[in-house]
């Protein structure tokens, strides 16, 4: 049987080099690699400045915070996304306040977001979901009006823009995760796009123990360190940012071969019986960060029996957060309270997409995926 796997990373020899050359050196913690990383990825977006960290989990915890957020604080923000965007808003000690999402989109509906701001509310958090931005134009206008802080989780969406706006550029704080099955890796990773030095310098301090001055700073010099505020430990290291380098200078090409092969699932699964698609939007560049398709939601877990029998990674991308447990319990959150994000979430299937994806396992997963609608009677269930 043929097997095409779920993800497959695009870290090569030069990577392998790279990494051994970092663990030559004396450095292996936060320095000039990170620098180097730091600086490439802000030109990358467009922005003055980048910071490193270990993971976007953490990038959001930190812009939050420095974003002013705290106990007692809401933060708006959407259920269609992965756990990690809301937990970050109860890690800096505010609520998540969950707004339903655009049915074709699955981004979050920013008709919703004003109605749903108290004297609490403290920031939006919008998910550019699969990697097709929001409408960060009137989200930033809603964020002027209030007086709130916009923190743009951009996990799916580093090479995305919308009608010439990149992501980061409209929000306070952009963050990422350079995750395993994110479009580029450290293994585990994570880094925040700011618009000055001075909110940079926060975001470096706040990765580190609040500490004034790092390891890397002090080596050789007359310095010693104070702590000067409440820090954590989320600075990246020169490996992880020596993994990230090259990779990041590949990812326009990555980009290119993820669009065309997600334009071909669109064209030869097209008429499909029972299949349908999320809406691309005219003016995007979407990072097809990973391809989604809807199945009818009764027959979804056999279709996904199906594809593993056949040898298919899939996955669900996502479960609304206000569903999970702890969420639930927490919050008193439940079904039928965001019904676009739960039709999405009982709907959504997720095929294999990534560079290394070869055209004939993309054949093969078209091919299983249409014998599956037709053994399934996916037809029956069109609405
Ligand atoms: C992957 C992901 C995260 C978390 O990233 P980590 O680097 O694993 O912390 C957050 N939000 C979204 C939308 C993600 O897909």
């Not at 029998?309 to 899939?314: A, K, P, Q, V």
């Amino acid at each position: 049987m043929q097997k095409v796997e779920f993800y497959r990373h695009n870290i090569g020899q030069r990577e392998k080099r790279a990494v051994c050359k970092a663990l030559d050196g004396l450095f292996l913690t936060t320095g000039k690699l990170v620098e180097q990383f730091e600086e490439q990825l802000a030109a990358f977006l467009g922005l003055p400045h980048a910071v490193g960290l270990t993971s976007c989990t953490g990038a959001l915890h930190l812009s939050l915070l420095a974003a002013g957020v705290g106990p007692g604080d809401e933060v708006i923000t959407t259920p269609m996304t992965f756990a990690a965007t809301a937990l970050a808003v109860i890690q800096a000690g505010a609520a998540p306040v969950f707004v339903d999402v655009e049915p074709g989109t699955g981004n979050l509906d920013a008709r919703l977001v004003e109605p749903a701001i108290t004297s609490r509310t403290r920031a939006i958090l919008p998910v550019h979901l699969y990697g097709q931005m929001c409408d960060m134009r009137a989200l930033r206008a809603i964020a002027d009006r209030h007086h709130l802080g916009l923190v743009e989780d951009a996990a799916h969406a580093l090479e995305a823009s919308r009608d010439g706006v990149r992501v980061g550029q409209l929000g306070d704080f952009v963050c990422f995760s350079f995750y395993p099955t994110k479009s580029i890796t450290c293994g585990e990773g994570g880094a925040v796009g700011v618009h000055t030095g001075e909110t940079a310098g926060l975001l470096k301090a706040l990765r580190h123990h609040g500490m004034s001055h790092s390891a890397s700073e002090r080596y050789g010099k007359d310095v010693s360190y104070d702590i000067t505020r409440m820090g954590w430990k989320y600075n990246m290291d020169n490996i992880q940012a020596a993994l990230l380098i090259g990779q990041l200078e590949r990812a326009g090409k990555f980009l290119d071969r993820r669009q065309r092969l997600a334009a071909l699932y669109r064209k030869k699964l097209a008429g499909a019986p029972g299949i349908r698609f999320m809406d691309w939007l005219p003016g995007c560049v979407h990072s097809q960060h990973v391809f989604t398709m809807l199945v009818p939601a009764e027959k979804r877990s056999l279709f996904l029996a199906g594809l593993k029998e056949r040898g298919i990674g899939s996955a669900i991308n996502y479960t609304p957060v206000h569903l999970l447990k702890f969420f639930r319990e927490t919050y008193g959150f439940k079904p039928g309270m965001f019904p676009a994000a739960e039709a999405i979430g009982a709907s959504t299937v997720t095929l294999p997409l990534y560079p290394k994806l070869r055209n004939d396992e993309l054949d093969y997963v078209v091919r299983t995926v249409k014998d599956l609608a037709l053994a399934l009677r996916f037809e029956d269930s069109l609405a």
